[in-house]
């Protein structure tokens, strides 16, 4: 099972503890995570289901390629992150 | 007369009450996030449209027994292949106004990219309005601010039939349909867009128009603040004439129309958009009393020494009596009329920029 975790900055929002999931891509390890949170899924991506532009999802500590199609492969002990691109002001 | 004013900010809904006259931060709810667009219902029910930078859109009801809960936001349909040419976006910008619909449960949402949603559950739902979206014309809809989306602005539902509807688009003009959604047609005749090449500047699809605003007891008569003028109509948005009384500039973004006076309308100008700062530092309110063929210009209580206040689209609001006026600015000034907008008191507040001001 790879790990999900999510950005504290979510926990303002909705909850978003840690989660495990099976699934050979990113977009399959977040589908299996929003299976269970279906109000997460909005804050991550799109109504397309691409990454949200100010969205960063790392695997193993490098950022993903395909933020559109979220292909990028995941393995059984992968570590996958989602957190907040910085921005603000 | 209203009581209750919610403002939405830069970074947070703030909720003020008058009492003995004086109007006081009663309530402060999502600090720190943008709220894009407000509702206010006479049973007490709120609903706050958030345009989160890394998370989006979202949108929160404050039920009757005060406890805020998130709603589904509108969501765009999977964007086709074919649909490849369509320059914009199939999805949830920012929502970017909020109107009842006038039927139990009824809500409209207009966003950016430019998608009209309706509500028929008080917003636990929501389903894009297919006809406009995937009109031809669509495509032609150009963005606001610098290229960036389309966006509905403006929904104007006839108090004596809910069917019938007009949305204002930056930038599109103004739309018409009076079967509910089934079915629209581009109207506004008479608008012009000066900035626009010669053969273009009388097309109603590139009219910029910022803000419409109906007079509720005359619904025919609606006034609208466009990029490059004020202009009235006499037929429920389908031909315009341009007021050239206003004063003391054209430009703006906001207005109001007096809810039983037809005549009545207030606006707040503006130098044009290459600096888009009120003339010669002054804050005014420009009110007609004559349905625009003159105007007064209101100061008194406003800053009038170095202010810089800009109010967007729907950050000037008029209350049911059409005595209490509010508004508020990108500097976070807010002030309230309590006589038609012959005098302004400014709360003790410091707000941060005001996207919105609503009264219930």
């Not at chain 1, 500590?61 to 002001?89: C, K, N």
């Amino acid at each position: 099972m790879a790990t999900v975790s999510f950005t504290s900055a979510l926990q303002r929002f909705l909850p978003a503890p840690p989660a495990e999931a099976e699934g050979g891509t990113v977009g399959a390890a977040l589908a299996a995570v929003f299976a269970s949170r279906p109000a997460l899924r909005g804050y991550v991506l799109d109504d397309q289901g691409a990454l949200r532009r100010h969205v960063a999802v790392y695997v193993n500590g490098q950022p993903v390629h395909d933020r559109i199609r979220l292909t990028d492969p995941v393995g059984t002990h992968d570590e996958i992150y989602v957190f907040q691109a910085l921005s603000g002001g | 007369m209203a009581n209750r004013l919610h403002v939405g900010t830069r970074k947070g809904l703030f909720e003020l009450a008058r009492d003995n006259g004086v109007w006081e931060i009663v309530d402060t709810q999502f600090l720190g996030d943008p709220v894009s667009a407000v509702l206010a219902d006479a049973d007490g029910s709120i609903w706050a449209a958030l345009d989160l930078g890394h998370f989006g859109a979202k949108l929160w009801r404050r039920d009757c027994d005060g406890a805020w809960r998130e709603l589904a936001v509108p969501v765009f349909p999977p964007k086709p292949d074919d649909a490849e040419e369509d320059p914009h976006p199939w999805s949830l910008g920012k929502i970017w106004v909020l109107e009842p619909g006038g039927a139990a449960g009824r809500l409209w949402a207009g966003t950016m990219p430019g998608g009209l949603f309706r509500s028929d559950d008080g917003g636990a739902s929501w389903s894009l309005n297919e006809t406009l979206w995937h009109m031809p014309e669509r495509r032609q809809w150009a963005g606001v601010a610098g290229g960036e989306q389309p966006g509905i602005n403006s929904v104007l539902i006839d108090p004596r039939n809910p069917s019938d509807i007009r949305i204002g688009v930056s930038t599109a003009g103004v739309w018409a349909s009076t079967d509910a959604g089934g079915s629209w047609r581009l109207i506004n005749r008479g608008m012009h867009a000066e900035y626009m090449p010669p053969e273009q500047r009388d097309n109603p699809i590139v009219q910029d128009v910022h803000r419409l605003a109906r007079c509720a007891a005359h619904p025919e008569i609606v006034w609208c603040q466009h990029h490059n003028g004020v202009f009235r109509s006499e037929d429920a948005g389908a031909t315009w004439r341009e007021v050239t009384a206003i004063r003391p500039s054209k430009f703006g973004f906001a207005v109001a129309a007096h809810p039983t006076d037809s005549d009545i309308a207030w606006f707040i100008p503006a130098i044009k958009d290459e600096r888009r700062v009120p003339v010669d530092g002054k804050v005014v309110v420009a009110r007609t009393r004559d349905g625009g063929r003159s105007f007064e210009v209101l100061q008194q209580g406003l800053p009038q020494h170095h202010a810089y206040d800009l109010v967007w689209r729907h950050g000037l609001a008029v209350d049911e009596s059409g005595e209490r006026l509010a508004f508020g600015s990108t500097s976070g000034g807010l002030w309230i009329s309590e006589d038609g907008g012959d005098s302004w008191t400014m709360p003790q507040v410091r707000l941060p920029p005001v996207a919105v001001v609503r009264f219930a």
